[in-house]
């Protein structure tokens, strides 16, 4: 089982930078893809970035490419999520998440196995 924390939302202007991160706890979390998802408002929940916790592979949707970047440290048992030049359209609540040996690629929401709470972040304009 694992258990996911997700810290670091908040209101930024546009252009603006913020950094969540996601900590995690469990038995078994090596054994699982990790990745962001967001929730706009009135939207359904989309995929993000997908990172694998032993050999650094990561994939990006391609509206956050360029501007955001996922990274790990499984000391701490620890993910972020870097958030660059961030746009009123990435206003939204980001999860974490986890699936049981999924490759990056195919990380999609319904194929997730656990989720955190959330952390809202609001950019601006």
């Known amino acids: 089982q694992v258990q996911l924390v997700e810290s670091g939302g908040g209101l930024v202007q546009a252009g603006g930078s913020l950094r969540l991160s996601c900590a995690a706890s469990?038995?078994?979390?090596?054994?699982?893809?990790m990745g962001w998802f967001r929730q706009a408002p009135g939207k359904e929940r989309e995929f993000v970035v997908g990172?694998?916790?032993?050999?650094?592979?990561?994939y990006y949707a391609d509206s956050v490419k360029g501007r955001f970047t996922i990274s790990r440290d499984n000391a701490k048992n620890t993910m972020y999520l870097q958030m660059n030049s961030l746009k009123p359209e990435d206003t939204a609540v980001y999860y974490c998440?986890?699936?049981?040996?999924?490759?990056?690629?195919?990380?999609?929401?319904?194929?997730?196995?656990?989720w955190g709470q959330g952390t809202q972040v609001t950019v601006s304009s």
């Open positions: 998440a986890a699936a049981y040996q999924l490759s990056v690629a195919l990380l999609t929401t319904s194929r997730c196995d656990y």
């Open positions: 469990g038995r078994t979390f090596s054994s699982y893809t």
């Open positions: 990172i694998s916790w032993f050999g650094g592979r990561t």
